[in-house]
T-cell receptor, first 110, second 112 residues
Framework: NAGVTQTPKFQVLKTGQSMTLQCAQD?????MSWYRQDPGMGLRLIHY???????DQGEVPNGYNVSRSTTEDFPLRLLSAAPSQTSVYFC?????????FGPGTRLLVL | DAKTTQPPSMDCAEGRAANLPCNHS???????VYWYRQIHSQGPQYIIH???NNETNEMASLIITEDRKSSTLILPHATLRDTAVYYC?????????????FGQGTTLQVKP
């Protein structure tokens, strides 16, 4: 199995543009989540999901939307990108006990 | 979830054991100790977790003190590829949402 996959790997946006960061897992995990990591800082939770159709906010949800229509996919949407959203984004999936992270998406908002 | 305290950085000689400490004095009885690491530019990698007994897997050993207020992650024979930021995380599973709260971690530098 491929584990947790994220696309794209890199993205450059202009302020105000929208985009969707994709995350998929093939391990039938219930739990999925999105984190962002800024230089010199630890990971901060954006949104998470405990199953298809169920999502909730994390520490820094503003400016981001999520949905979970299937077990496998958990896309993160930026409706109107801002320079403050320049970051590295990590998706994770797992069980109630353990989370596994994807390789990350590096986003630059100009 | 309980807060953890880790030293900001540590060095270790290649081939020697790396012992990474973590204090979690406010841990409650149903909270587990987790360790993750993040190698430069990669996603965090799960290492090990435990409740109160010592745990060992193919990557590392986790030693938790009897009062559970501190723990040590042991990499028995550190290699250059073990250079990373190591995160100690305490969380419960009773109302689990799968989320992890990351602190600043310990930057381990393995030197030849």
């Amino acid at each position: 199995n491929a584990g947790v996959t994220q696309t794209p790997k890199f993205q450059v946006l202009k302020t105000g543009q929208s985009m969707t960061l994709q995350c998929a897992q093939d391990m039938n995990h219930e739990y999925m989540s999105w984190y962002r990591q800024d230089p010199g800082m630890g990971l901060r939770l954006i949104h998470y999901s405990v199953g298809a159709g169920i999502t909730d906010q994390g520490e820094v949800p503003n400016g981001y939307n999520v949905s979970r229509s299937t077990t496998e996919d958990f896309p993160l949407r930026l409706l109107s990108a801002a320079p403050s959203q320049t970051s590295v984004y990590f998706c994770a999936s797992g069980t109630r006990e353990t989370q596994y992270f994807g390789p990350g998406t590096r986003l630059l908002v100009l | 979830d309980a807060k953890t305290t880790q030293p900001p950085s540590m060095d270790c000689a290649e081939g020697r054991a790396a012992n990474l400490p973590c204090n979690h004095s406010t841990i409650s009885g149903n909270e587990y100790v987790y360790w993750y690491r993040q190698i430069h530019s990669q996603g965090p990698q799960y290492i090990i977790h435990g409740l109160k007994n010592n745990e060992t897997n193919e990557m590392a050993s986790l030693i938790i003190t009897e009062d559970r207020k501190s723990s040590t992650l042991i990499l028995p024979h550190a290699t250059l590829r073990d250079t990373a930021v190591y995160y100690c995380i305490v969380r419960g599973l009773t109302s689990n949402t799968g989320k992890l709260i990351f602190g600043q971690g310990t930057t381990l530098q393995v030197k030849p």
